[in-house]
């Protein structure tokens, strides 16, 4: 049983009774080891796996535990409970229920988003400028996850009432932009919790007790999921002081109100921490100290490490000096560099350490700015399967066809309009088997405009000539997309590659399979000269080769991890909906760990430096003007410093000279005791 390595406290907690149950469990204190005792004393005490449901912060998180399950009970027993993120575990039951839903990647909408916000016309009053697209569609999501009851438009407005003037505008923004999502079939991940929520009112699910993970970052959607399961039993594990995420609408009053909201609740405390040396843990507990104690708790330190390292501060007079010194004390470090970690407050602090870390010759990856999704040649190639399984995908078709040359969005998405219409309402239809005859040009009523019929607003339809000698397939130089006005010969090529990939792909089912064809063909590789080309070229024009070897290299390096990922899957669907909900939790490479604060949680390692530790910078004044706090800034030191095992150093400089900026030490720094 897993409850036999467990304190006392751990003990009393995994074994507590049905009920409503709350857990407070520091750094260190070994909540995995906790949860996992719970889930064996419940299967040990006759209840079904399947009526355990198991949430937490990452689907990583949940696979480990999981796993570990796995160690004490047989295997089928472990993998029989439902377990994942919010939005993983509401994406399996969804599909349960055989509701069709077909993800993407939230910046793919954003996109679409933004596309309908440039559509209005806003004129600026009293000198208030109306928030741009991209923070709108943020805002957004942020509204759908923390609001709690109010429409967008009074709830956007009541965030800045400067703004109130622009509300009517945003909402009809965001209708247009629900509509389409439904009239493609779009689904991001906050419809799926919405889509939850709606599945709950028609379904009763049968769980005993659910778990929770990293309680404290729960939002109130999510927390309206978990009241709309209906649990007999909710076992939670959070802790206070490591809620960082009301950025993204958690809302640290849902753990702080636990005792209230479930009156006959019960509230455990794990307090011994087996992580951190005394050094290290006194000196998060110093500072962490200043923010209000929510439930109280004195934690001890278990382990009995011998000569330990005193958390050390490094100032410095410029920033890059800071970089250049950190990586040499990196260089000299007897640790393993996979168990090092730089951790950072704001992302602009990582490209200047990644650049002297390479620059010595020190391996690195990088966790907490762009993901591995996010880089263009893993998007072509989701796009693509996106097509063989949703073949009327809007956004997938653009964002591959506007790679071909002088195509660009516009022209692809007249292209795509034009196959659905030559296709019968099915853009496979009108690429394979095109009914040509559709297109007749003919005169508008407006004398100002002749309608073609398939281009709108095109003057002349285009020769079809250049591409006669090409040795074609005659279906295919017949279709009528050749025609438009616009198509150079280069693009009419690149339309024929794709053309015979898609014709190629029909036949493959395996996500592997489907990986490798395309990674081989000619029209991917066109798209990943076009790709690397542009990473290689200089603010001159010209474009550096090595530059660009070096950047095929990691390209093709991202493709074979793709390739690595799909081998567990078998069907087409399902992989990319897998790779899309755990999009956000990849990292590439060995090397040291280069780390946002948010990306650290839940890790540990050796050795830790927290750096660039200056007002403004950390604590992040900026943020704190735009609706943070002191408070949430000082959570986020806490969990930085947290993450070092046996070494920490603290590090900042008192002047930027590219940006010709002075600094002051973080008030953190004095809180710590380490600045008078």
């Keep these: 049983m897993p409850l036999t390595n ?10 507590c009774n049905i009920g409503h149950n709350l857990t407070i469990a520091s750094a260190g204190t070994g909540k995995t080891s906790t949860i996992v005792g719970r889930i064996g004393h419940l299967l040990h005490s006759g209840t079904k796996p399947s009526q355990i449901l198991l949430l937490t912060f990452t689907n990583k998180a949940a696979a480990e535990m999981i796993h570990r399950v796995a160690k004490f009970f047989d295997e089928n027993t472990a993998k029989a409970i439902i377990s994942g993120t919010f939005h993983s575990v509401s994406y399996k039951l969804l599909k349960q229920h055989e509701k069709n839903i077909t993800l993407k990647q939230p910046n793919e909408l954003k996109t679409l988003f933004k596309s309908i916000y440039e559509k209005r016309v806003f004129v600026d009053q009293d000198d208030v400028k109306p928030y741009d697209g991209g923070y709108l569609y943020d805002m957004y999501s942020l509204y759908l996850n923390s609001s709690y009851g109010e429409d967008f438009e009074t709830w956007i407005g009541n965030k800045n009432g400067d703004q109130k003037k622009y509300t009517l505008i945003y909402q009809d923004v965001v209708d247009e932009f629900s509509r389409l999502k439904k009239e493609y079939g779009y689904v991001n991940f906050d419809d799926l919790l919405l889509e939850m929520l709606e599945l709950q009112k028609e379904n009763d699910f049968d769980f005993k007790e659910i778990l929770v993970d990293e309680y404290q970052d729960t939002n109130p959607l999510q927390g309206k999921i978990l009241d709309g399961f209906k649990p007999q039993s909710l076992f939670c594990v959070g802790d206070y002081d490591q809620s960082i995420y009301a950025f993204n609408g958690s809302d640290i009053n849902i753990i702080s109100s636990f005792d209230e909201r479930y009156p006959n609740a019960t509230i455990y405390t794990l307090n011994k921490n087996y992580r951190s040396t005394a050094n290290i843990l006194n000196l998060a507990n110093r500072v962490i100290e200043h923010n209000p104690r929510i439930y109280e708790k004195s934690l001890q330190v278990v382990r009995n490490a011998p000569n330990q390292h005193i958390p050390q501060l490094l100032k410095f007079d410029e920033l890059y000096i800071q970089y250049e010194f950190i990586s040499k004390q990196i260089l000299k470090s007897t640790n393993a560099k996979d168990d090092i970690a730089i951790i950072y407050r704001n992302n602009s ?38 097509l063989m399984v949703k073949q009327n995908d809007m956004m997938a078709f653009i964002h591959i066809v506007e790679y071909g040359k002088n195509i660009g969005k516009a022209i692809a998405k007249d292209i795509f309009e034009a196959l659905l219409r030559i296709g019968h309402g099915n853009i496979f239809h009108g690429l394979l088997n095109p009914d040509n005859t559709i297109i007749k040009p003919y005169k508008s009523n407006k004398t100002t405009n002749v309608q073609l019929g398939l281009f709108d607003d095109f003057i002349e339809m285009g020769s079809t000539a250049k591409f006669k000698d090409l040795g074609w397939e005659t279906k295919f130089l017949n279709n009528s997309i050749l025609k438009h006005p616009k198509l150079t010969l280069e693009g009419g090529i690149f339309l024929y590659d794709f053309y015979t990939l898609l014709k190629e792909l029909k036949r493959i089912q395996n996500p592997n399979n489907m990986i490798k064809h395309i990674q081989n063909h000619k029209f991917f590789k066109t798209i990943l000269d076009t790709i690397t080309t542009a990473r290689a070229k200089q603010k001159d024009g010209t474009i550096n080769e090595t530059i660009k070897q070096s950047a095929s ?10 390739k690595q990922l799909s081998a567990r899957h078998n069907n087409l669907g399902n992989f990319i909906n897998a790779m899309i909900l755990g999009g956000g939790e990849m990292s590439e490479g060995g090397g040291v760990n280069l780390l946002s604060v948010h990306a650290s949680k839940g890790l540990e390692f050796n050795e830790v430096y927290v750096v660039d530790l200056m007002d403004g910078r950390f604590p992040n004044r900026t943020l704190m003007s735009k609706g943070g706090s002191l408070e949430e800034e000082r959570r986020l030191f806490y969990v930085a410093v947290t993450r070092a095992k046996d070494i920490l150093y603290l590090s900042y400089a008192t002047y930027d ?14 809180e710590a005791g380490l600045v008078q």
């Design 657 to 670: 000279r590219i940006k010709k900026l002075d600094f002051i030490h973080s008030p953190f720094l004095v």
């Design 6 to 15: 467990l304190n006392q406290e751990q003990h009393s907690s995994a074994t």
């Design 349 to 386: 602090s990582a490209d200047g350490i990644e650049a002297n870390l390479r620059e010595m010759g020190i391996d690195c990856k990088r966790k907490g700015g762009h993901s591995f999704f996010d880089s263009r040649e893993i998007k072509v190639i989701l796009d693509l399967m996106v």
């Design 553 to 562: 290299f990691k390209a093709n390096r991202r493709v074979e991890t793709l």
